[in-house]
T-cell receptor, first 114, second 116 residues
C-alpha cells in the first residue's frame, strides 16, 4: 500500500519568515495530494491540494509543489504569522480521499516565534 | 453551509464495552470516511461509505464496523473495547464526482474516545 513520509516533525521559524514542509510517497499511482492544518482540539482543515496533472498551485501565502518523477511534494508558507502555528499533515490518494481513503504523513508541528 | 458534525464530542468507556459514534456529512455529500488519530500511529483510514455501502476498508480488526443511512449520515461501532482504542475518531465527507472519483475531504471535529 501507499506510504507517506513527512519531514521535519517539528519546525520553528521566526514570524515573517518562510516555512517549507516536505513529503514523499511510494505509490506512483497516487494522483491527489492534499495538505491539512490541525489546531488543538479541532479536526484537520483542508488548506490546499494538488492533482498530478499540475506542478504547482498557490493560494495567497500558501503554495504546494509536486514532483511526480521524484515522488515528492512540498508545502510552502510565506510571511508566516502567529496563527499559522499548528500541526500540518500531508496526504496522498489514488482516486481522491473519498473513494479510496487518504494515507497521511505523521505531521509537522509548526511553531511561529514572535 | 454547515460543516461535518460529530456526536458525541467526548466519551469515556470501560474495556470490554462497545461504543457507537455518529457523523452527519456536509449537505449534499454522499461519501463518508472514518479515520482514527493517535499520537503513535497518526491518522489512519478506517473505512468509507457511499450510498449505504462500504466501498473501502483500512487495516483494522473486525471489531470496527460502520454503516451509512439513506440520508448519508453514518455511524461507526467499536465492540469489545481495548485500551488501545483510545483515540480521536474523525469523520470526513466528500462530494462524489462522475466516474467514481472524489477529491476534497472535509473533516469534522472528531469524537475523543477514552477507554479505561
Amino acid at each position: 500500500g501507499e506510504n507517506v513520509e513527512q519531514h521535519p516533525s517539528t519546525l520553528s521559524v521566526q514570524e515573517g519568515d518562510s516555512a517549507v514542509i516536505k513529503c514523499t510517497y511510494s505509490d506512483s499511482a497516487s494522483n491527489y495530494f492534499p495538505w491539512y492544518k490541525q489546531e488543538l482540539g479541532k479536526g484537520p482543515q483542508l488548506i490546499i491540494d494538488i492533482r498530478s496533472n499540475v506542478g504547482e498551485k498557490k493560494d495567497q501565502r500558501i503554495a504546494v509543489t509536486l514532483n511526480k518523477t521524484a515522488k515528492h511534494f512540498s508545502l510552502h508558507i510565506t510571511e508566516t504569522q502567529p496563527e499559522d502555528s499548528a500541526v500540518y499533515f500531508c496526504a496522498a490518494s489514488i482516486l481522491g480521499g473519498g473513494a479510496d481513503g487518504l494515507t497521511f504523513g505523521k505531521g509537522t508541528h509548526l511553531i511561529i516565534q514572535p | 453551509k454547515a460543516g461535518v458534525t460529530q456526536t458525541p464530542r467526548y466519551l469515556i468507556k470501560t474495556r470490554g464495552q462497545q461504543v457507537t459514534l455518529s457523523c452527519s456529512p456536509i449537505s449534499g455529500h454522499r461519501s463518508v470516511s472514518w479515520y482514527q488519530q493517535t499520537p503513535g500511529q497518526g491518522l489512519q483510514f478506517l473505512f468509507e461509505y457511499f450510498s449505504e455501502t462500504q466501498r473501502n476498508k483500512g487495516n483494522f480488526p473486525g471489531r470496527f464496523s460502520g454503516r451509512q443511512f439513506s440520508n448519508s449520515r453514518s455511524e461507526m461501532n467499536v465492540s469489545t473495547l481495548e485500551l488501545g482504542d483510545s483515540a480521536l475518531y474523525l469523520c470526513a465527507s466528500s462530494l462524489e464526482l462522475a466516474g467514481g472519483a472524489s477529491y476534497e475531504q472535509y473533516f469534522g471535529p472528531g469524537t475523543r474516545l477514552t477507554v479505561t
